[in-house]
């Protein structure tokens, strides 16, 4: 079997646009040909879109096309116009769209990946012109596709419920965890990471894009709220997202400015020690898909503290303090009790390390190949059927 993926959010560049969903891309293109050695894979990217990329194993194939799509306009235009005749000329068996839009003419059946309906659930938080693209496209896409994969339950319920697909066509498949996502356990290294960083001893870590949604602003006034019985810092990585302003302008307000601190971006390969360093790991998000850093920190055996809401009790489990993330004195006691509980944290410790293990790369590459094998079926059985009809 053939499957062409559409590669264009993969992203090697050192910023946030390296996270998420081109990580999706990139373990995805990586496990594929171990768990389907028979079948080929062909990954279309933008001009520089595998740039910088390690070498990917044999049986993923990399075409970079001419379009510079990293420009949002140009990408539409591809994905739209240029993807279709390319699908048919390279003889795909099945296309994987894996954030959400697909080429609504496709000739080969098309399994479309949603990680989240945020622009559904939030639409004040996105721009008109996209928030209205990704509402009408994720719509079409999802409804004509083959196979549609969500990567939570959640969102599975979320696809049902605002798109109308009929269940059988909707596929839960879990994110995987990065294998370098494990415990540092070098005393000396970690202390020069944090010598190297300006941290100290014991700090609560928040990671992930600075955006409305990951609700940085109820942290800050949960935090806020129990300073004087709290005695670590609060240290925030990520890159800046949209409507970042307000979380600066909270800090002054609060008067927070000599507890918490803003460390920007973090390449990928640093994660398991910011996760490692730090005495626990706060994630109080609004709404997520899936919810890696979640599943990151309990695989790097960091106690988490993170939402009641949305998918994250999904990747949590009984791994970590779960608390109603608009509820500011629950989410200050939270920060509280980790901050102070030994025992807890090193039971949510264990729990989180057994809890992570089964977020892999491998099951979930395999798991998607048997969508695929699924979606050329039906393919090729909906093709019988028009003959069929033809000749009849």
């Known amino acids: 079997m053939r499957v062409g993926i559409l590669g264009h959010l993969l992203s090697f560049a050192s910023d946030y646009r390296q996270a998420g969903v081109s990580r999706y891309i990139e373990f995805l293109a990586r496990n594929l040909p171990q768990v ?18 390690p070498q990917l194993p044999q049986g993923v ?34 296309v994987h769209a894996p954030v959400n839009v697909a080429p609504v ?26 928030q209205r693209y990704l509402n009408a496209l994720t719509r079409r896409s999802v409804r004509r596709a083959s196979r549609v994969i969500a990567v939570s339950e959640n969102t599975r319920i979320d696809v049902l ?10 596929v839960t498949v879990p994110n995987g965890i990065d294998p370098a996502m494990k415990p540092v356990p070098d ?11 300006g941290l100290p001893r014991h700090f609560l870590l928040f990671v992930g894009t600075l955006q409305p949604r990951k609700n940085l602003l109820g942290l800050l006034r949960a935090y806020a709220r129990v300073r004087d019985r709290l005695d670590l810092p609060l240290v925030v990585v990520g890159g800046a997202g949209w409507h970042y302003t307000p979380i600066f302008d909270e800090v002054q307000r609060l008067g927070l400015n000599d507890r918490v601190s803003f460390a920007g971006y973090a390449a990928g390969d640093t994660l398991a020690s ?17 919810g890696l850093p979640v599943a990151e920190a309990m695989a790097c055996g960091t106690a988490v503290v993170t939402s009641s809401t949305s998918s994250l009790p999904e990747v949590a489990g009984d791994a970590a ?22 025992a807890l944290r090193r039971n949510l410790r264990e729990r989180g390390l057994a809890r992570a293990r089964q977020f892999t790369w491998e ?6 190949v048997a969508v695929y094998h699924e979606a050329a079926r039906t393919g090729r059985q909906a093709r019988r059927a028009s003959v069929a009809g033809e000749r009849s």
């Open 36 to 53: 389907a050695p028979g079948d080929e894979f062909l990954l279309f990217t933008g001009p520089t879109g595998a740039r910088g990329a």
């Open 61 to 94: 194939h990399v075409l970079p096309g001419r379009l510079p799509t990293g420009r949002p306009e140009l990408r539409i235009l591809w994905e739209q116009v240029v993807a279709p005749p390319a699908l048919a000329r390279y003889r795909m068996d099945v």
């Open 105 to 130: 003419l496709s000739p080969v059946p098309t399994v479309v990946t949603v990680h989240d309906l945020a622009f559904a659930r939030y639409p004040e938080q996105y721009p008109g012109l996209k």
């Open 161 to 170: 419920r605002d798109y109308g697909v009929a269940p059988e066509r909707v």
């Open 187 to 197: 005393d000396d290294a970690l202390a020069r990471f944090r010598g190297e960083h």
């Open 274 to 290: 910011w996760y490692s360093a730090a005495t626990a790991f706060v994630f109080p998000s609004l709404y997520e898909g899936f």
């Open 321 to 342: 303090l779960l608390v109603d993330p608009r509820d500011l004195e629950a989410l200050g006691e939270a920060l509280v009790r980790v901050a102070s509980d030994e």
């Open 363 to 368: 099951r979930t590459a395999r798991e998607t």
